[in-house]
């Protein structure tokens, strides 16, 4: 099976600017979840989607959002870019109905840089 | 709020020492300890992982250990190898079918020394 894809690898994007970022789950792999990683504050996590459904969010503001569609991949989106949003961002997609239900397995990230 | 913490944040050994990582946890609910391994320029990598109805798990030279009570889980590396230098990340989540939400530590940087 293919692993967990994400486009774009590299973003460079100004301040006030909004950007759309694209996960791939496992093929059959129903759940999503989007992470931001800085080195000063790790892997921080910001939602899980699964059938579609937001089912767990993370403390970050409301101008980070996403979604799911019905094939299960998902977007993220970022609007009014701060400089601080810089990060490489990780999905992760798992399988809730399979026997390592819990095992989660990243993409290889977007690199995003605010200027 | 939940919360994962992990010591060291760098750890140096020499190769052929063992290694050891240590993560505390808050949240009770937490049923699910996996550990990743993330190297430089590569996304994280699932290690090992344990449930909170076992006690410890191994898988050749990687062991983790859970102390429920205390909330406690720690990773040990032995005979430590140059491929094991990598950044270490614990986590602590309360899953279940259809929602998880997983709290990671903030990573321990391991390097093995020749």
């Known amino acids: 099976k293919a692993g967990v894809t994400q486009t774009p690898r590299y973003l460079i994007k100004t301040r006030g600017q909004q950007v759309t970022l694209s996960c791939s789950p496992i093929?059959?792999?129903?759940?999503v979840s989007w992470y931001q990683q800085t080195p000063g504050q790790g892997l921080q996590f910001l939602f899980e989607?699964?059938?579609?459904?937001?089912?767990n969010k993370g403390n970050f503001p409301g101008r980070f959002s996403g979604r799911q569609f019905s094939n299960s991949r998902s977007e993220m989106n970022v609007s009014t870019l701060e400089l601080g949003d810089s990060a490489l961002y990780l999905c992760?997609?798992?399988?809730?109905?399979?026997?390592?239900?819990?095992?989660?397995?990243f993409g290889p990230g977007t690199r995003l840089t605010v200027l | 709020g939940e919360n994962v913490e992990q010591h060291p944040s760098t750890l140096s050994v020499q190769e052929g020492d063992s290694a050891v990582i240590k993560c505390t946890y808050s949240?009770?609910?937490?049923?699910?300890f996996p550990w990743y391994k993330q190297e430089l320029g590569k996304r994280p990598q699932l290690i090992i992982d344990?449930?909170?109805?076992?006690g410890e798990k191994k898988d050749q030279r990687i062991a983790v250990t859970l102390n429920k009570t205390a909330k406690h889980f720690s990773l040990h590396i032995t005979e430590t190898q140059p491929e094991d230098s990598a950044v270490y990340f614990c986590?602590?989540?309360?899953?279940?079918?259809?929602?998880?939400?997983?709290?990671f530590g903030s990573g321990t940087r391991l390097s093995i020394r020749p």
């Open positions: 986590a602590g989540a309360a899953t279940y079918s259809s929602a998880s939400k997983i709290i």
């Open positions: 992760a997609s798992r399988s809730p109905l399979a026997g390592s239900a819990d095992t989660q397995y």
């Open positions: 093929s059959g792999h129903r759940s």
């Open positions: 989607y699964f059938s579609e459904t937001q089912r």
């Open positions: 344990i449930r909170s109805n076992v």
């Open positions: 949240d009770s609910a937490s049923n699910y």
